[in-house]
């Protein structure tokens, strides 16, 4: 442990989570050695960092690699190469033994609420398991700790002797985010936690991740694909394209004044509810390309609106366009 | 807007329909429940509701797709160009699916057939529809997909559903449905699976094509975004009934009835980041058909219920303006949404 410490400078800052250089392949196998053949490159040299309480929002289409980071940045898929220094330690290479005292610290909510608890469990096993696993409390105190949490998430005592298909989607979802909060984590990534919700259920759940997270400091990885919703609850935003990033930057700078022409694009494809500003729409063509065969350079560059023939050469680098944004692009921010 | 002249009549009319499920044991509930509207040439009509509202229901209903002895039409008619399409015969039906009637679901792989290239299903579609030779029908298929933005159609013809990424499926699909000029197209939750910036280009699609077209699209979805950008009018539905209906500018900038302003406050919208507050929520979840409250289906989550709202069902009550609200204390509020503020 003691040769996995940081320098005393960068322990001494707010950052909790530093992600550096992060590469996440998987492996297609192929011919009747089922060798690798090929990769799909998941993740592509990601670099950011999250300060102590911070929101960070990650939002990107389909295959732009924003669940993987989600799951590799918890060890729930293995890095293929870089680092991710958590409070000091750089958790990608640590050996899983050693991973167990930083999985009590790192939590995860996940989309469906459903497919993540145990059909078979009451809610008071699937509370009580995450305290036993950790050693919290003892089985006496761990009733009254259950009982805190479900009060904490909007639910109730009542609902201890239930079955996860007793509850609605808005319950079930409040239950995994009781379960998360029960190991009482510094840091939790909530990946779409409520993009499966009914639109009247989807208000009370950010209204309840921000109460708790006001409550609770929470630092928080919030993964989605609703920008509306990202804005809400977000202090920063890392915009994601196919494996890399785009564009990182305070949430009213991204919104104000997106700088790379994907965030552009992303941002005027939502459809507005506002029927009294219509505003003009980028429409890209084509399709997100394939990340077993990203385009060369610039993977934005096949469908970017801007593009010219060096956008195929260089893979452009994050650069400083304003005060914490930072944009991946030749043309925008050379 | 286009405002469509008053005598022209509708080319589908819902009236009254309710549709009875069969969950267990037994035990019926209404699935939807006297559900009226009407669509004409060019208009675009969307019906909005959470989980259990119905909407996707009423596609069904008029599609004639309900499961086989779980689901049937219990009562009212669907009328296209005035005649009762309830009454048809299973095979009088599949003539006017696909012909007269197109359709769009939101998972393309249901609707597609796996073991068929995409060329040959949408030539398969034209062929129904009008005489042509094979190799005629294959070269309108080929056209159909260029239609629909799909880049080298002629090769993509020849793939299968799988070798194509969602939205093209979800193009493909559009093909299809089109593929035979339909005069009115439903639409469940078509671009809800895609990404943003695919979900642009389809909707793009869409406009276009009813421009050109002047087919009727009844859109069933519960994004409101998505409403406020294609519909002319919206029907809202809750817990199998109709709520609320009226122009898109009516409902989004003057809605009567507290659930609708209810979702309407609900949505977090893009360019808010400094006025950080609270979203405003409709407390409490969607009743299930099993265990309707008495009286306004609503009342148990409405921040305005009171005694008489549990007295008796409210009807729906149709106003001059042609709008149409299903609430006893509508008169008494001044509802709002952003968009009014």
């Not at chain 1, 958790?91 to 469906?112: A, E, H, N, T």
Request: aromatic letters at 4%.
């Amino acid at each position: 442990m003691s040769e996995l410490s940081p320098p005393a400078s960068e322990k001494a800052d707010n950052t909790l989570l530093k992600v550096a250089n992060l590469k996440k392949y998987f492996p297609i196998r192929g011919g009747v050695l089922g060798r690798v053949v090929r990769d799909v490159k998941a993740i592509n040299d990601v670099s950011f960092t999250v300060a102590r309480g911070e929101v960070v929002g990650l939002v990107g289409e389909s295959g732009s690699g924003k669940t993987t980071v989600g799951r590799t940045v918890l060890r729930l898929d293995e890095p293929t190469s870089g680092t991710i220094d958590f409070d000091g330690t750089d958790i990608g290479r640590l050996p899983k033994q050693d991973m167990r005292r930083f999985r009590k610290r790192m939590q995860i909510v996940f989309q469906d609420p459903y497919a993540s608890l145990n059909p078979r469990e009451k809610i008071r096993t699937v509370l009580g398991h995450a305290l036993a696993v950790h050693k919290i409390g003892t089985p006496a105190d761990r009733e009254d700790r259950i009982v805190t949490l479900l009060e904490q998430v909007g639910l109730t005592g009542d609902y201890l002797d239930r079955f996860p298909h007793e509850f609605s989607g808005g319950q079930r979802q409040r239950i995994g985010i009781a379960r998360a909060l029960a190991v009482e984590p510094d840091f939790i990534v909530a990946d779409e936690p409520v993009s499966a919700l009914d639109v009247s259920i989807q208000a009370q759940v950010v209204n309840l991740l921000d109460d708790l997270r006001a409550k609770f400091n929470l630092t928080m990885l919030f993964i989605a694909h609703d920008l509306a919703v990202v804005e809400h609850i977000s202090d920063r935003v890392i915009v994601m394209y196919l494996g890399r990033i785009m564009e990182i930057a305070p949430t009213r700078a991204l919104y104000r004044t997106p700088n790379h022409p994907y965030t552009k694009a992303l941002l005027s494809a939502v459809p507005s509810p506002d029927i009294t500003a219509r505003k003009e729409r980028v429409i890209l063509k084509g399709d997100i390309p394939s990340p077993i065969n990203p385009p060369s350079g610039c993977v934005f560059r096949t469908r970017c609106p801007m593009a010219i023939a060096d956008c195929a050469n260089v893979v452009p680098e994050l650069k400083q366009v304003s005060p914490g944004q930072f944009s991946a692009c030749i043309r925008t921010a050379p | 807007m286009t405002q469509m002249p008053v005598a022209e009549p509708p080319l589908l009319e819902v009236d009254d329909l309710q549709t009875t499920f069969i969950v267990g044991e037994g035990q019926q509930v209404r699935a939807v429940d006297g559900v009226s509207f009407a669509v004409k040439a060019g208009e675009t009509l969307a019906i909005v509701g959470e989980s259990g509202s119905g909407k996707s229901v009423t596609s069904l209903s008029i599609m004639r797709l309900l499961p086989k002895r779980v689901g049937r039409i219990s009562r009212g008619a669907i009328r296209l160009r005035g005649k009762d399409m309830v009454t048809l015969s299973d095979k009088e039906m599949r003539a006017i699916r696909g012909n007269d009637i197109g359709m769009i679901f939101q998972e393309p792989m249901t609707s597609l057939n796996p073991v068929q290239t995409i060329g040959t299903q949408i030539a398969e579609v034209v062929m129904q529809h009008e005489r042509l030779p094979k190799a005629r029908a294959h070269e309108r298929a080929v056209e159909m997909l260029e239609l629909v933005g799909i880049p080298e159609p002629a090769r993509r013809a020849q793939q299968y559903p799988h070798q194509m990424s969602g939205g093209m499926r979800q193009r493909a699909m559009i093909a299809m449905a089109l593929s035979c000029e339909p005069s009115v197209l439903i639409a469940d939750e078509p671009t809800t699976a895609l990404d943003v910036t695919i979900q642009a280009q389809i909707l793009d699609l869409m406009r276009t094509l009813q421009a050109k077209l002047g087919m009727a699209i009844v859109f069933i979805t519960h994004d409101l975004g998505v409403v406020a950008e294609m519909a002319n009018r919206v029907v809202v539905m809750y817990a199998g009934q109709v709520v609320e209906t009226g122009t898109v500018e009516e409902i989004f900038t003057k809605p009567l009835m507290p659930y609708t302003s209810g979702l309407m406050q609900s949505i977090p919208r893009m360019g808010e980041y400094e006025e950080k507050t609270r979203l405003q929520t409709i407390p409490g979840y969607v009743p299930l058909l099993t265990k309707l409250p008495g009286g306004c289906r609503f009342r148990t989550r409405c921040a305005f219920a009171q005694d008489r709202c549990a007295a008796a069902e409210p009807p729906l009550e149709v106003l001059d303006s042609g709008r149409s609200v299903r609430c006893v204390r509508w008169q008494e509020f001044d509802l709002k949404t952003k968009a009014s503020a």
